[in-house]
């Protein structure tokens, strides 16, 4: 069966940081491209960050650059997302979602259940 299990959201205080993961099972997550997704309360799901195959090009939505880093293990079948200096504005569910080949597209073909993020004091 193939999921993508994510794992690690939490409540943090502002300024913290926190780590992702997404673990695919049911296939080899080396051969997709996979992002980050998030959707808060009353807003429209956005992108956050994606890393392509096979390369592992990434990318960044403005608001996190510099302080959200995606990255892979392909041994572990895991992506990860570091997520540093957060915000109450990052608040959201966090989604991976994940496409065969090189490209993700705005709906990926395969997603997560999600894991909450909630940043507050």
């Known amino acids: 069966q193939v999921q993508l299990v994510e794992s690690g959201g939490g409540l943090v205080q502002p300024g913290g940081s926190l780590r992702l993961s997404c673990t695919a099972y049911?296939?080899?997550?080396?051969?997709?491209?996979i992002g980050w997704f998030r959707q808060a309360p009353g807003k429209e799901r956005e992108g956050v960050s994606c890393?392509?195959?096979?390369?592992?090009?990434?990318q960044y939505e403005d608001s996190v650059e510099g302080r959200f880093t995606i990255s892979r293990d392909n041994a572990k079948n895991t992506v990860y997302l570091i997520m540093n200096n957060l915000k109450p504005e990052d608040t959201a569910v966090y989604y991976c979602?994940?496409?065969?080949?090189?490209?993700?597209?705005?709906?990926?073909?395969?997603w997560g259940l999600g894991t909450q993020v909630t940043v507050s004091s």
């Open positions: 049911g296939f080899t997550l080396d051969n997709y491209a």
């Open positions: 890393i392509s195959r096979p390369g592992g090009s990434t």
């Open positions: 979602g994940a496409d065969w080949g090189s490209t993700l597209t705005d709906n990926p073909r395969f």
